[in-house]
């Protein structure tokens, strides 16, 4: 059968295609993709071409499908997987794998990153017997697709708080985890990614007693502060702190200031930017962790480190790229109990014709995810614009009516008004 993707056929080079998928093998699944949100790292996939890390062979011989956080429904199960997933069910999908090479070890294979066949920018997929072999086909049971799109960013976000760590004195035992009760503190933290940490710093059950968020975007920061709010977190036995820094002389101390005068017990950077990175080391304190969560897209990104604190002070540092199965178990398990709803994350929405341009030039368009409907044409429209293109446009004008009604956020009324209106691609 025919189907439609963007793929990647070299750096800067995206394509919105069509063409065959291959028969279906007997320990393959055929499945139509719904909704995928558009990821910073697809974008640095789309600058690096082939010299990405997790490319598989030649992109212009073998172009790959590009997109991960993508959820949809099952259309047809070979007979391998005919006991395990039936025909009509809902799924996202972990893209890393982890799958052994012939000597086993584990690969950086990843569906959107090394696949012709399976991403998340695309009208119909296969899915290679690899992601059913290595559990990482997930069935999503919610009422929507949006929310399933947003597990697996949600789940890289589990496994970074997971990946901290601290060391007792006299102890070489590694705790796990940012420290219990202590301060946390998210520097460029005002984005889409940093919004879901905090919703999951204020949630989950190994909590700071304090979180100080820092960007200096002071659009992003009002935004933040008004749905996840220092009330909520005080309810859930949290101090949340909004701060600007853009203008600030003395960010150290005046990010110091706002944790009593300390530094920090954890701290976590979500952009690859140097003075960033290293302003995050300077507010490290006494057997702090740093996280580096935000990837680079030059190789050769460096920042400077004070290795006396590493010596003396026991200062980590820890890096995390994407999550585990786990962790994406995690992320759907919260959301369906309604711990969490990354719904904020989502400010944008397109269909497939929008992703290619969309993903290039992800790095300029302001807001955060950009949401896209893989069987729809729709160029990308930023929910907050909805209702003055609904001045000229019925279909706008009851998008906005919609999102004005859940205060300004993307929705199940939403979603399934644009499933059943919005021309097919």
């Not at 030649?58 to 590009?66: N, Q, R, S």
């Not at 976590?268 to 996280?291: H, I, S, T, Y």
Request: aromatic share 8%.
């Amino acid at each position: 059968m025919k189907t439609k993707a963007v793929r990647i056929h070299g750096a800067r080079d995206l394509r919105l295609d069509e063409f065959d998928l291959p028969p279906l093998q007997d320990d393959e699944i055929l499945a139509r993709v719904v909704s995928d949100s558009i990821c910073m790292s697809s974008h640095k996939l789309a600058m690096q071409g082939e010299r990405h890390k997790r490319v598989r062979g030649t992109l212009a011989e073998k172009p790959a499908v590009i997109g991960h956080e993508f959820c949809g429904v099952i259309e047809q199960v070979g007979a391998a997987w005919a006991g395990a997933f039936q025909a009509g069910a809902k799924f996202t999908i972990q893209p890393a794998l982890n799958y052994p090479d012939q000597q086993g070890q584990a690969t950086l294979w990843a569906p959107g990153y090394s696949y012709q066949y399976i991403g998340g920018d695309a009208t119909y997929i296969i899915i290679p017997p690899e992601v059913m072999e290595m559990n990482c086909l997930l069935l999503y049971t919610g009422d929507n697709f949006y929310l399933g799109s947003l597990a697996e960013p949600v789940s890289c976000i589990a496994g970074a708080f997971h990946a901290q760590y601290h060391t007792e004195a006299g102890s070489y035992r590694h705790v796990m985890g940012i420290a219990e009760g202590g301060s946390l503190l998210f520097l460029a933290g005002a984005g889409p990614m940093g919004l879901c940490a905090v919703d999951y710093a204020l949630h989950n059950p190994r909590k700071p007693s304090r979180l100080v968020v820092a960007d200096i975007d002071e659009s992003r920061l009002s935004r933040a502060a008004s749905l996840l709010t220092a009330e909520d977190a005080r309810e859930n036995g949290v101090e949340l702190v909004y701060v600007n820094t853009k203008a600030l002389s003395d960010p150290v101390g005046a990010l110091r200031d706002r944790n009593r005068g300390a530094l920090y017990d954890d701290v976590f950077v979500f952009a690859p930017v140097k003075p960033v990175l290293e302003l995050g080391g300077r507010l490290l304190g006494r057997g702090g962790c740093l996280n580096f969560f935000a990837g680079p897209t030059d190789p050769e990104f460096s920042g400077s480190l004070n290795f006396y604190n590493v010596h003396y002070e026991g200062h980590h540092i820890v890096g995390t790229s994407g999550g585990s199965t786990d962790d994406m178990k995690e992320a759907l398990s919260l959301m369906a109990g309604g711990v969490i709803n990354p719904v904020f994350m989502v400010t944008h929405i397109g269909g497939l014709d929008a992703a290619a341009q969309a993903t290039l030039d992800l790095d300029a368009i302001p807001g955060g995810k950009k949401l896209i409907y893989t069987h729809k044409r729709l160029g990308l429209s930023a929910i907050a614009g909805f209702a003055e293109k609904g001045r000229d446009d019925p279909f706008f004008r009851r998008l906005g009516d919609i999102c004005a009604s859940y205060n300004g956020l993307w929705n199940k009324e939403a979603e399934d008004y644009l499933l059943e209106h919005a021309p097919e691609i």
